[in-house]
């Protein structure tokens, strides 16, 4: 990615325009990323500011300029996870031997619009969040997950089993709430 060549030479000096545009081309996407991963816009700003602190920090650490959206990706949620790991500890996961799990259920999503959908995972307990963010929307292994977050493979199985119970439960109140409306 030769456009990103002399970007990431005046960012690793510490050039402050070109930082601001290395933030302006990822920071949107990456507010996602930080708004399924904590559960308010004021944590989110807080773990991209701390994210793109880490990056200024350790551009010229990166390899291949060719990674340089996926190896933000990775620090955003790495980021996300350190923010988000003395608080998971406060809350009880259970183990699969406790969870009834149930992966044959499709539910389609493709009704709710985006701030529906991030509002439902926002409410998800924080365990519940961040194995469902790990496994459905970054591809993680159960596997991967246990040893990130130094939990049982059960556990992340169980969360997860649990996020996607709580999550078709809310779609399922319809009438209860504006999240669980499906659209037409």
């Known amino acids: ?39 308010s816009m004021v944590e989110a700003e807080d773990i991209l500011q701390e994210a793109f602190i880490k990056i200024f920090g350790n551009l010229k650490n990166l390899r291949e300029i060719t990674n340089l959206p996926a190896w933000i990706k990775r620090i955003v949620i790495n980021t996300a996870l350190n923010y988000q790991r003395g608080k998971l500890y406060l809350y009880p996961m259970a183990d699969v031997g406790k969870v009834n799990l149930s992966y044959g259920e499709n539910v389609a999503f493709s009704h709710f619009r985006q701030d529906e959908l991030l509002k439902m995972i926002q409410d998800l307990p924080l365990g519940c969040q961040v194995i469902f963010n790990l496994f459905a929307i970054e591809g993680y292994t159960h596997k991967e997950i246990a040893e990130k977050l130094k939990i049982s493979e059960g556990t992340s199985k169980s969360q997860y089993s649990r996020a996607r119970i709580l999550l078709m439960h809310k779609i399922g109140e319809g009438s209860n709430d504006n999240y669980g409306k499906v659209r037409k």
């Open 1 to 39: 990615m030769k456009e990103f060549d002399q970007l990431i030479k005046e960012c690793i000096k510490e050039d402050r325009k070109a930082q601001k545009k290395l933030y302006d081309l990822f920071a949107p996407r990456m507010m996602m990323v930080c708004l399924r991963y904590s559960k």
